[in-house]
């Protein structure tokens, strides 16, 4: 059947029919007007599953790298796909994004798209969201400049960047950050995982996102547990950055945490080298007398109690290890690969001599 034969056939019967009296029109027209509708409707809803469903080239193997644009509307995407080839129609896009109530939902971004997809299938990976992610992996121990510094060589974000909006306020989105002094940046509330992110987000959106990570590893069961041993997350965290940092397994940072609660309960000085080699940026696993008498809050051998805030970001078994301390005869440890631990400091200084010297 001719389309076009019929939609002139039918646009002549719409202006017969302005000038007719409709109580006049005899049944064989009437008969004759509801079939040019009626065939009129069905090409047209042939045609416009033919422009939605089939692709432009199903045979195509072509793939390219496409990116909209933000504040880009279903207009200006159809009008670039048609120039590109992905699609025969602009109008049928635009078409489509409306019926399908996804014209205020296509998504800016990067994604991958080919001829041998459809309109629908188009619309649908835009609409979800499903485009192009760069995959990056914090590690535990990482502080937030470790991280800035990452990012930047992946050229996700500059390290200015990430350590300027890492000091920004985020507790009106993140309750757990209430507890937060506000002269302390996130360090510590960065969670180490496997991220993805779509192309543009900012240093703001890489950070919420692991800022959101964090929340989920935080359950209400944890939280309840910090609030029932009358501990601030900010404390929790506090002290599990410094496990991160001191020893390696689970089973020794649980020793180690029953051994910090305890300097701090009786108000003896932590004297912790990685806290040290924060202020400094070193990585000394023995730091010197002189770096020792660093004037800073950080710095545990001059000043009693925990750091004025996180040194690193920790993992979950830090986290836990902080909560759940063993406790034991030990005051305390050094560690050369693997943990010594002494049950005074006569012991502490003969391991010193035997282990680190």
Known sequence: MDFKKYKIELLNWLRDLQ????SKIDIKTLKKITKVVVIF????????????????NPMSHETITYTVQKGWGNDDIAKELKSLGMIRSVYFFRFYT??????????????TISPNMSIYKIVKKMANGD???????????WNVSDIGEYLESRELCTKEDFIKSAKEDYSSEFKF????????????????????????ETCQDIIKTMLANFEKKLTPEIQAEIKAQ?????????MASLLEKEVKTLEDKKIVSGILWKRLDVGMAL???????????????????????????YNTYKYPGLPKGPISNPGMDSIMAALEPTESAYWFYLSDGSTHFSRTLEEHNVNKAKYLD
């Open 131 to 141: 485009m192009i992610k760069d995959r990056f992996v914090v590690y535990e121990g």
């Open 230 to 238: 009358d501990k601030t997350i900010f404390d929790i965290v506090t």
């Open 177 to 200: 950050l209430e507890d937060k002094p506000k002269d302390v940046s996130l360090e510590g509330y960065l969670f180490p995982d496997t991220y993805e992110i779509s192309e543009g």
């Open 19 to 22: 000038s007719k009296d409709f």
């Open 98 to 111: 409306i019926v399908s109530f996804n014209h205020s939902e296509l998504m800016a971004g990067k994604y």
């Open 41 to 56: 409707l069905f090409l047209f809803l042939a045609y416009s599953f033919f422009q939605v469903y089939v692709p432009f």
């Open 271 to 297: 004297q912790l080298d990685s806290t040290v080699n924060y202020i400094t940026g070193g990585n000394d696993p023995s730091v010197s007398i002189k770096s020792t008498q660093i004037d800073s809050p």
